[in-house]
């Protein structure tokens, strides 16, 4: 694995303003210690016209076009590609998590959602792949279907920035709806803390891999909720729609840590059983484990093709 870059550090991303920024830093930063491979099988397909500006390559403005309007288009072409890969990201109220100590490097889960969401479709996009999104929290808030042209980056990070998280978490009508508008076989990544009161997101999941879909699910905690570091009587209020609950923390902090700890472990089994990629993230780490284990996802899924 390459030497984690500055710029992946969560206290420095969540200090940059900018999406766009993070993101691409954050890729540009993770991919300058990978060993580079040409991309193999694609070709190349006309996909929209631009007007000219400064720093586009001449070779590709339309001088067919020049004569008839007298107005400079650069063409913009798009790679046919193997892959269609759906981001899926968690837009529910308790994504919305901070800290209240100021001193916590964490993130909130959101932030940091974002940047992984638009860190990976940099990545997929910058690998001539197609990436679509699809926001939600009890049904679907924006769908983007996959899509590998230029500009396509941009409305990804336009929904992303515009995401505000509400609501409650349910998988089963959300995955239900999407496996619908998923056509032929590829890949689909869930960002989510996985929060949520229901039983059937493993026969949700398994509809996913029905589709032909290899999954990969990004499972993000911030550290509070890993190890319940408060002090003292406190009230807990809902980001979704709970009532408020007042207790010590201390009380049942090692009971909690541990059912913590079991429930991790029991996603990592249960997803394994059924042939789902899991990833464990705590908004305190750098992002390099989410991207490195998509780059290892993308070369298993080109061997497959192959």
């Known amino acids: 694995m390459a030497d984690i870059s500055p710029s992946m550090d969560p206290e420095i991303l969540s200090k940059t303003s900018s999406l766009k920024i993070r993101a691409r830093t954050l890729v540009e930063g993770f991919l300058s210690g990978q060993h580079k491979s040409p991309h ?20 590709h403005i339309d001088w067919k076009a020049v004569g008839k309007t007298d107005k400079y288009h650069v063409k913009q072409f798009e790679q046919s590609t193997n892959l269609k890969c759906t981001i899926m990201l968690d837009g529910s109220g308790s994504m919305a998590y901070e800290s209240p100590y100021k001193k916590n490097p964490a ?8 940047t992984l969401a638009g860190a990976l479709s940099y990545l997929i996009l910058n690998q001539f792949d197609a990436v679509g999104l699809t926001t939600f929290n009890d049904k679907t808030i924006s769908h983007i279907p996959p899509r590998s042209k230029p500009s396509h980056f941009q ?5 992303l920035e515009n995401l505000i998280p509400s609501g409650i978490t349910r998988f089963g009508q959300v995955i239900d709806s999407l496996s619908e508008r998923i056509s032929g076989r590829g890949l689909a990544i869930v960002i989510s803390d996985f929060f949520a009161r229901e039983d059937d997101l493993i026969k949700s999941l398994k509809l996913l891999s029905s589709r032909g879909l290899e999954t990969i699910l990004f499972h993000i905690l911030h550290p509070d909720e890993l190890h319940l570091p408060f002090e003292g009587d406190v009230v807990f209020e809902s980001l979704e729609d709970d009532l408020p609950i007042g207790l010590d923390p201390h009380d049942i902090r090692e009971a909690y840590q541990n059912l913590i700890a ?34 290892l996802k993308r070369k298993s899924l080109q061997k497959w093709r192959s």
């Open 40 to 59: 193999k099988g694609s070709s190349v397909e006309f996909a929209e016209y631009k007007t000219y500006s400064p720093g586009d390559d001449i070779r």
């Open 107 to 114: 993130i909130n889960k959101m932030e940091y959602a974002r």
């Open 155 to 159: 409305h990804i990070i336009h929904d």
């Open 262 to 295: 079991e429930k991790i472990d029991s996603f990592k089994n249960s997803f394994q059983t059924l042939g789902i990629d899991y990833v464990f993230l705590d908004t305190s780490k750098s992002l390099d484990q989410g991207l490195n284990y998509y780059l």
